[in-house]
């Protein structure tokens, strides 16, 4: 198993534009979240999902949209970037709940918006 | 006032060392509390739950104190490879949902 995936790994943007980042999970996990990690601030909740087709916003989601159409891809779009949103993303799956027991986390996109 | 507070660091400690960090929360209403670890630059992994009685994983000892709403990480006989980054989770209600909500982290440097 391939575990949760994320791609790009690294990715720079000029402000205002727009772009996806990929998430999948071969683990037929329910549960999927993104968050985001900036230095000294621990990681937030942006969007997390409960199941195909069910999406709900976490602690910081301007800016940000997400969809889930199949159980395994969560990707999350960012409408039109700004410096703020330059950070560190994290995506994450679990089986029984949104960070309910083990959150399984991908390696991360590193975004740098100039 | 953040909901999830951890003194972020670092402790700097010998190989061997006895270390302790502690996490308070603000809900007392919380579910369920856990440890993940972050390497430099990686993703965070679970490390373990934390359960209303304690509990033990070899060297690795975690508290709950819902009393004075804390939890804590006791790591004993220090090594090189225990250098890295401490999250506490908190799992709280939201919604219809339970959301978590990280620490920002507790920094842990093992010198030899």
């Known amino acids: 198993n391939a575990g949760v995936t994320q791609t790009p790994k690294f990715q720079v943007l000029k402000t205002g534009q727009s772009m996806t980042l990929q998430c999948a999970q071969d683990?037929?996990?329910?549960?999927m979240s993104w968050y985001r990690q900036d230095p000294g601030m621990g990681l937030r909740l942006i969007h997390y999902?409960?199941?195909?087709?069910?999406?709900d916003q976490g602690e910081v989601p301007n800016g940000y949209n997400v969809s889930r159409s199949t159980t395994e891809d969560f990707p999350l779009r960012l409408l039109s970037a700004a410096p703020s949103q330059t950070s560190v993303y994290f995506c994450?799956?679990?089986?029984f709940g949104v960070g309910d027991n083990e959150q399984f986390f991908g390696p991360g996109t590193r975004l740098t918006v100039l | 006032r953040k909901e999830v507070e951890q003194d972020p660091g670092p402790f700097n400690v010998p190989e061997g060392a006895t270390v302790a960090f502690n996490c308070t929360y603000s809900?007392?209403?919380?579910?369920?509390f856990f440890w993940y670890r972050q390497d430099c630059r990686k993703e965070p992994k679970l490390l373990m739950s934390?359960?209303?009685s304690g509990n033990e994983d070899g060297r690795f000892t975690a508290q709950l104190n819902r009393a004075s709403q804390y939890i804590s990480l006791l790591i004993r006989d220090s090594k090189l490879s225990d250098s890295a980054t401490y999250l506490c989770?908190?799992?709280?209600?939201?919604?219809?949902?339970?959301?978590?909500?990280f620490g920002r982290g507790t920094s842990l440097i093992v010198h030899p």
């Open positions: 994450a799956s679990s089986r």
């Open positions: 683990m037929n996990h329910e549960y």
């Open positions: 999902s409960v199941g195909a087709g069910i999406t």
């Open positions: 809900n007392s209403a919380s579910q369920s």
């Open positions: 934390v359960y209303s």
């Open positions: 989770v908190v799992l709280s209600a939201s919604g219809g949902s339970y959301i978590p909500t």
